[in-house]
């Protein structure tokens, strides 16, 4: 069991670095010169190449999926760990299937840093394998979870294409509010690679900060901060002389040490960002801008909305339809407005919405973009802070 | 109103925008691209506006209003949200003081705008009534004229048809029949449909997607209709019932029909040596939960069911009722929702004397339904003069009981004695044993207690569940038939010498142009422009 179980962890090891492979394959497939075979017809291998790493990659992540479903038990898709790695590798099916229907390379090159971006950020989720509890043990898990997280995976791709499109047209000379937004959008996504790289830094030195505080009952208790406590639990009082006392302390209804890890998440952000800056005297977006020389605005449009028109029915099939199923079954009722069930609504009218935007003119290309881009955001929130801040029937993880 | 006969004879109802039959367009003079949405069709929404009617239905027929609609239904929803629903507090909680005491000030101003109930407010109810009327008005609105349309279309267009449609090219050929007769073979392995005229061809695939949308919005309604039949009473049974172990008590719901026996209720635990969950538990620090179950038996009842008389039982089922995997019986399902461990059913207690601990017998008195007096013979014996099954002192600081059930059962006995034939009042409650008078001689010690098992169990009967299959179902397919499949339409035209290629899609440009490619690459004809790609190429 515990062979199999550290074969699972190396197999999703592996997928990673070949979804990295796969990532500078692609890149080189937009940026390098074009080889040129034996009978001196150019032709660029490198985008096979990188199409070739996605699949492998992704068979090494259903490696990993299937051989952890058997040490558990159960499909593994039960805690934030399991669910976030599965919506990554779901994201990296999406690009397979659509990748032969349009052969951009430079799709590839944006989804796969995605993809191991959301797998990294998986990881830093307590990883065992957790036994289900009642609520969770029904055949329903299994479809409904799998359904939800592949018609996400496929709207995925449809922030890809809405992210390529606005890097391609966005004139970054003018420094307006589109250039504004769009390098939020990259500095945001620095953040996680900030917040993966802090924690692993820290939990690499082994840093524990313990605190005893008063809690939202009013009653002692004790945490242990794995980063440095620049914001304290209510009431605070550090369990050791050598750490770091906090500037503050916060309400008790607040998660301290989650809020702590953000905002080290987004100074870190802030610092690789600004250091980016800094040695290339560029925008983000300026710097990738020259990789989408190529692209057709309009075909990326396309693509994009291609996505968001084949994810959506799966999407409502898998998180409204399944979860209603499931939810009769399990908390009798179909619908209980509980928060995830809420945004999973959200999160279809605003598909919806943008759906019934696209028939108008004027909705099409750069605000359409923006709208995936959206999309995609309100599937994070909906993964992340719902999870972790909102408290509802839905927090087992 | 005056009809528009078009040039090729067919006559159009008023306020259409491109021929029917032919595609003339009958206002838009200039060069541009053709808006060929609903195909041009004379819609009621852009040709009355004079009744209120008129007005009203022009309001909700466009889509700008129901996507409004959505946004704000989007934005509603999300506030709901910030803090929990009134469903959600503590059941104690007073959710007049819980908002502002939890979330101080902002939680007050939450409370007070009434969205701690937000879904189940007047104006969520009228925002979601309100897309229903957009729904049905924006299809009826639309689909009636388009699938006219789509069935008085011609093959044969009218030139400016042709030009102007995003994709169109002219090619000249040797021999344009036969260059035609070759394309309509390669479109025909393309499952094309194909429709001749005077030598003109239109392929055409997938019309049936177009009704995509008008399916889908179909199975909404259906769906937002069965919500709204939950509104009338009788439409579903939702109930509640606690169930000791042991205990056989009516479904509440079956009107006395149905009765339940609560055989058996377990809590299991993962097994703590599973080394599998191993990490997993020792992160929890707290033993997770495994299974809830009771083992229930069900009951008939076969009598006439007159009031007070003993029911007749037959038993019908047994099942293991479980989180996940309810007792379904006669369209009732029966959920395991919650349960109760270790109440109080029977407190014992033996009658001593004070001052020599001599004992005189036993007493066990069930905390269901204990019994007046309880007689340990020789003139012993012992009356329940009151009994508090959940004991506390009310606002006169008078004994009273919260409510039936034994969370704290106290009792008032009075013991009598062979001595005491007047007998001696005492007050026994949970770790509690006063002397009322102060002078009494003998005492009731407390000496054993049995627990019982309490699962509670909801009672459901959904009458509303099928028709919210039905309209899933129709949405589902509704979605899936609009999405996956396109409309695509290829005109071959000769006009002059020349053959004019024109094509429309709804959506996927670039498959109908894959499409095409196929035609040209086997054919003289030269791949028509797409318009909005060359003008892409140009800035």
């Excluded at chain 1, 607040?254 to 905002?263: G, R």
């Amino acid at each position: 069991m515990d062979q199999l179980s550290q074969l699972s962890s190396n197999l999703l090891l592996i997928a990673f670095f070949l979804y990295l492979a796969a990532t500078i394959f692609f890149a080189v497939s937009v940026t390098g010169k074009k080889f040129k075979n034996k009978a001196g017809e150019e032709k660029n291998i490198a985008g096979l190449l990188g199409y070739s790493s996605s699949i492998i990659a992704l068979l090494f992540a259903l490696g990993y999926f299937v051989t952890r479903w058997i040490v558990a038990g159960h499909a593994p898709v039960s805690n934030l760990f399991e669910y976030t790695t599965f919506l990554g590798i779901m994201m990296s099916l999406a690009f397979v299937i659509l990748y032969p229907i349009y052969k951009t390379n430079v799709l590839g090159l944006f989804t796969m840093p995605i993809v191991m971006l959301i797998i990294a950020y998986a990881s830093m989720f307590p990883r065992e394998v957790s036994p289900l509890i009642p609520a969770l043990q029904s055949i329903w898990l299994k479809i409904h979870v799998i359904t939800t997280a592949l018609g996400q995976g496929i709207l995925a791709i449809g922030f890809a294409g809405g992210l390529i499109y606005l890097l391609r047209v966005i004139d970054f000379k003018k420094n307006d509010k589109q250039v504004k937004a769009i390098e939020f959008v990259m500095y945001s996504m620095i953040s996680i690679v900030g917040y993966i790289l802090i924690s692993s830094i820290f939990s690499g030195l082994n840093y524990e900060a313990p605190f005893a505080y008063v809690d939202e009952k009013g009653m002692e208790a004790e945490v242990v901060y794995h980063l440095p406590p620049l914001v304290g639990p209510n009431e605070a009082v550090p369990l050791t002389d050598e750490q770091m006392t906090p500037f503050f302390n916060v309400h008790p209804n607040i998660k301290s040490a989650d809020l702590n890890t953000v905002i080290w998440s987004l100074f870190t952000g802030l610092v690789l960002y600004y250091l980016v800056r800094l040695i290339t005297k560029r925008k983000i977006g300026e710097l990738l801008q020259p990789l989408l020389k190529g692209v057709s605005p309009q075909a990326a449009d396309e693509i994009s909305y291609r996505a968001i028109a084949i994810g959506f029915p799966i999407f409502t099939l898998g998180g409204l339809i399944f979860a209603m199923i499931w939810a009769q079954i399990a908390w009798t009722r179909f619908w209980a407005w509980d928060p995830k069930e809420v945004w999973a609504l959200i999160t279809f009218l605003f598909y919806a919405a943008y759906l019934h935007l696209r028939l108008s003119r004027g909705w099409h290309g750069e605000k359409s973009a923006w709208l995936c881009v959206i999309g995609f955001a309100i599937i994070m929130f909906n993964l992340i802070f719902v999870n972790l801040v909102i408290a509802g029937l839905h927090s087992y993880a | 109103m005056e009809k528009a006969k078009c040039e090729c004879g067919h006559v159009n109802p008023y306020g259409t925008v491109i021929c029917e039959s032919c595609g003339k367009p009958f206002f838009e003079e200039e060069k541009a691209l053709l808006n060929m949405r609903y195909e041009g069709v004379a819609r009621r929404s852009q040709t009355y506006n004079k009744t209120m009617i008129d007005k009203v239905w022009n309001f909700f027929s466009s889509v700008k209003v129901g996507i409004w609609l959505i946004v704000v239904t989007l934005l509603a929803s999300s506030i709901g949200t910030i803090f929990p629903q009134e469903m959600y507090i503590p059941p104690t909680a007073n959710p007049t003081f819980f908002y502002e005491a939890e979330y101080g000030a902002i939680g007050k101003i939450y409370y007070l705008l009434g969205f701690h109930d937000l879904y189940n407010s007047w104006w969520y109810m009228l925002l979601i009534a309100a897309l229903g009327v957009s729904l049905i008005i924006c299809s009826l609105d639309r689909v009636v004229p388009l699938h006219r349309a789509l069935k008085t279309q011609r093959v044969t267009r009218h030139e400016s048809f042709l030009q102007r449609q995003r994709v169109h090219g002219v090619s000249n050929v040797d021999d344009s029949d036969e260059t035609i007769e070759q394309a309509q073979q390669i479109l025909k392995e393309k499952k094309y449909n194909l429709f001749e005229e005077n030598g003109n061809i239109v392929a055409e695939k997938g019309r049936f997607s177009r009704w995509g949308p008008y399916v889908n919005h179909i199975g909404l309604i259906i769906f937002l209709i069965g919500c709204m039949l939950r509104f009338f009473p009788g439409m579903y049974v939702d109930e509640n019932i606690w169930v000791r172990e042991g205990e056989t008590v009516v479904i509440s719901g079956t009107d006395g029909e149905f009765f339940l026996r609560n055989d058996q209720f377990i809590v299991d635990f993962y097994d703590d040596t599973d080394e599998r969950f191993q990490d997993a538990l020792v992160r929890a620090g707290s033993p997770i939960v495994r299974k809830y179950q009771t083992s229930a038996t069900l009951f008939q009842r076969i009598d006439d069911g007159v009031v007070g008389r003993e029911p007749e039982l037959v038993e019908v089922a047994r099942h293991d009722i479980r989180v996940n995997d309810p007792f379904k019986f006669e369209g009732y399902a029966l959920y395991q929702y919650a349960f109760k461990q270790n109440e109080i059913s029977e407190m014992s207690f033996e009658l001593e004397e004070n001052e020599t601990g001599e004992r005189f017998g036993r007493i066990d008195v069930s905390t269901y339904d204990p019994e007046t007096i309880y007689d340990l013979g020789n003139g012993y014996k012992v009356e329940v003069i009151e009994y508090f099954p959940d004991f506390y002192f009310d606002d006169d600081r008078t004994p009273a009981s919260q409510s039936r059930i034994p969370n704290n059962p106290a009792f008032i006995f009075k013991i009598f004695t062979p001595e005491i034939e007047e007998g001696e009042i005492s007050f026994v409650g949970i770790q509690t044993n006063q002397d009322i008078n102060g002078e009494n001689t003998h005492r009731l010690r407390f000496v054993d207690i049995e627990m019982n098992h309490v699962t509670n169990l909801v009672v459901r009967k959904d009458y509303t569940l099928g028709i919210l299959m039905v309209g899933g179902v129709i949405f589902m397919v509704g979605l899936v038939q609009g999405m996956y499949w396109t409309h695509r339409r290829i005109w071959l035209q000769k006009v002059n010498d020349e053959i004019w290629v024109s094509a429309h899609t709804n959506k996927n440009w670039y498959g109908l142009k894959k499409d095409i490619e196929a035609v040209v690459s086997k054919t003289e004809l030269t791949m028509p422009i797409d318009s909005v790609e060359e003008e892409e190429k140009k800035s």
